[in-house]
């Protein structure tokens, strides 16, 4: 470990003789409480070995891992680590069509490392029910129950009863949130495929896996007073008036949405297992809020409030433990979507903490370290434009160029010679314009301005004399 990770993570080593690791378990079960997601897409990564003692280092003894790589399942092995592994969303077809398959894919997968390797849940797929997926990704729907139902048997004949099998999802499952009382599955799923699911996860008592993200919905009207209420600071509650229940902070509004959803479709008694939450440490201009500060004081209260004993549960559901894994172990470079889709991490890629956490939750406020206040909490207000990053590479921001300038209407007309934007004629220049030209035209679709890490965003004008840049208001 370098020494700046060895200084933040100096308060968990002390205890160790006296904390056993074991100590956030859940009454009944052995699953951890707190865990974290390994997610790789990045190429500036420690190596699985490295990851697996930095993960150890952090006391963390659960990790959630997106598909089976064969060695980080190797390098578990005997580490005393409890390891969720994935099934990627394109074997699912394939699984639930092809007996062979599914039997080879559970050989290969979870049986090959089993028991030494702690496997205890597999997740098929990853937010497979998001309504934003894909036509091919929604023919995998009708699929996705009845692959459960074939890993779940082939654990059977083979002896298996303590890997659990669930599916994690998105908020977007839900059609509204708030209040919680009123929530209810998104109506293209709740009679088909939902019933099914809940059916699934009750029948073999596993767990709904819920990806619950306070920061999205605060970021997409962010205030002051309820920014405290997303990072469990709120001074004031909030009365459900259909439930009479009182909440204090977003995440168990969130959580007892779905809570409330699954009871409307007869399923009362489900265990929740948060697969995925976090808050990013940085971000882009329209991405208010992503900030070490915030990031920080999110994730050591939801530790806190997770491995709390005895255990606080939620509002509709006091007193049980609600696992979860934060996302994430590193920020990973090679994400897209917007900034802060690359920095949710804890750990920056040497290994070294973003934020000091303790993962136990034994730590008060008062023993961390100060830190810099967050100062990117109000949305930004004003035009903003989409240009090329210092320093790109370019032969990739020429094919971003082009690939730009062919979609939409009209993109790239006034780069054509002669044309107001033609001069100066330069690639940084054209690429600039033409990645503006395009945010302005798609932004409203979801288009971000990345151009796989090319394109930055600025307040600045880049336009000159004539040549006004196209650009978006926020
Ligand atoms: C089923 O899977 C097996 C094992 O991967 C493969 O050999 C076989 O061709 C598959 N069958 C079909 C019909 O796709
Ligand atoms: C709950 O949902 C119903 C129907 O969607 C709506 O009419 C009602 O206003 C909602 N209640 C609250 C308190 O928002
Ligand atoms: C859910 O599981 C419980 C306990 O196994 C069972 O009693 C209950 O009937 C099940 N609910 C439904 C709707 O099947
Ligand atoms: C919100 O908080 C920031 C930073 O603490 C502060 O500068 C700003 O004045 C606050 N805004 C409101 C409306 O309270
Ligand atoms: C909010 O709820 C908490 C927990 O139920 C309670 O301790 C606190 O007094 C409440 N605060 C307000 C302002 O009502
Ligand atoms: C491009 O033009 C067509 C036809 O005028 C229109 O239907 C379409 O919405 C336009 N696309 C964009 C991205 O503006």
Request: with cysteine; glycine share 6%; net charge negative.
């Amino acid at each position: 470990m370098g020494s700046a990770a060895a200084a933040a993570f100096r308060f968990l080593l002390l205890p160790l003789v006296i904390i056993s690791p074991y100590v956030s378990m859940i009454t009944g079960t052995d699953i951890p409480a707190i865990g974290i997601n390994y997610g790789q897409l990045g190429d500036d990564l420690p190596s699985p070995y490295r990851s697996i003692e930095l993960i150890k280092s952090m006391q963390v003894t659960s990790v959630k891992l997106y598909d089976p790589n064969p060695e980080i399942m190797r390098l578990l092995a005997g580490s005393k680590i409890y390891v969720t592994v994935m099934v990627p969303n394109q074997e699912i077809i394939n699984i639930d069509t092809n007996h062979s398959l599914a039997v080879k894919w559970v050989q290969d997968n979870v049986l090959a490392y089993y028991p030494a390797t702690m496997i205890r849940f597999i997740m098929v797929g990853n937010e497979i029910l998001s309504h934003h997926r894909s036509a091919e990704d929604m023919q995998i729907w009708n699929h996705l129950v009845p692959a459960m139902y074939k890993i779940k048997n082939i654990l059977k004949a083979n002896n298996i009863q303590n890997i659990k099998v669930g599916t994690p999802l998105a908020m977007d499952v839900l059609q509204t949130t708030s209040p919680p009382s009123n929530a209810t599955f998104r109506s293209d799923i709740a009679l088909t495929v939902m019933p099914q699911l809940l059916k699934f996860l009750n029948g073999t008592k596993s767990y709904f896996f819920i990806d619950a993200y306070p920061y999205f919905p605060w970021s997409a009207n962010p205030t002051n007073a309820s920014l405290d209420y997303a990072l469990f600071k709120s001074q004031t509650n909030y009365t459900d008036p259909g439930s009479g229940l009182v909440y204090t902070n977003l995440l168990d509004e969130m959580l007892d949405s779905v809570l409330f959803a699954m009871t409307k479709l007869g399923y009362p008694d489900i265990r929740l297992f948060i697969s995925e939450t976090g808050w990013p440490h940085e971000g882009d201009l329209d991405e208010p809020g992503a900030n070490i500060y915030n990031a920080a004081i999110y994730n050591r209260n939801l530790v806190r409030k997770i491995t709390a004993k005895p255990p606080i549960g939620t509002p509709a559901r006091p007193g049980v433990v609600i696992p979860t894994f934060i996302f994430s172990l590193y920020d990973e470079n090679q994400k897209d979507g917007p900034g802060t889709e690359r920095h949710w991490g804890l750990l920056h890629s040497d290994g070294s903490p973003i934020f000091d956490i303790d993962m136990t939750g034994s730590r008060a406020d008062s023993e961390y370290e100060a830190l810099p206040e967050g100062h990117n909490n109000q949305a930004y207000k004003g035009k903003i434009w989409c240009v090329a990053a210092r320093g790109a590479d370019m032969t990739r921001l020429g094919r971003e160029l082009r690939y730009a300038c062919n979609q939409g209407n009209r993109t790239c007309e006034a780069l054509d010679p002669g044309k107001e934007c033609y001069e100066p004629v330069s690639l940084i220049w054209h690429a600039s314009y033409a990645f503006s030209s395009y945010w302005k035209q798609f932004k409203s679709q979801g288009a971000t301005c990345y151009f796989h890490g090319l394109a930055v965003q600025t307040t600045r004008d880049p336009g000159h004399g004539s040549c006004q840049f196209p650009s978006v208001t926020l």
